[in-house]
Nanobody, 116 residues
Framework: QVQFVESGGGLVQPGGSLRLSCTAS????????MAWYRQAPGKQRELVAS???????NYADSVKGRFSISRDNAKNTMYLQMNSLKPEDTAVYYC??????????WGQGTQVTVSS
């Protein structure tokens, strides 16, 4: 099973920006539809954004117009550009393929904290 490593999280003030990266361990990355998820303290994990192998994005209503998902198949990497961050965006962010075989897979994640 291909592994995925999230990075780029940190502490940012409300209204700030961060760019998260998700890197695959193998070059087979290009064949997967991919997604970003997040889990806030005390809440269920939720889908944030997804992107097809051809680059077509889809977003949760809560992040539309603020977040942008993209991918660079040559670098085996997916990105999540997060702008106009709000305290409610605070969560651990995870990435993985949308395949059913990855249903129970979760990487280490990267912590995003939005606070003044």
């Amino acid at each position: 099973q291909v592994q995925f490593v999230e990075s780029g999280g940190g502490l940012v003030q409300p209204g700030g920006s961060l760019r998260l990266s998700c890197t695959a361990s193998r070059t087979i990355f290009a064949i997967y539809d991919m997604a970003w998820y997040r889990q806030a303290p005390g809440k269920q994990r939720e889908l944030v954004a997804s992107i097809t192998t051809g680059g077509r994005p889809n977003y949760a209503d809560s992040v539309k117009g603020r977040f942008s998902i993209s991918r660079d198949n040559a670098k085996n990497t997916m990105y999540l550009q997060m702008n106009s961050l709000k305290p409610e965006d605070t969560a651990v962010y995870y990435c993985k393929p949308t395949l059913p075989t990855y249903r129970n897979y979760w990487g280490q994640g990267t912590q995003v904290t939005v606070s003044s």
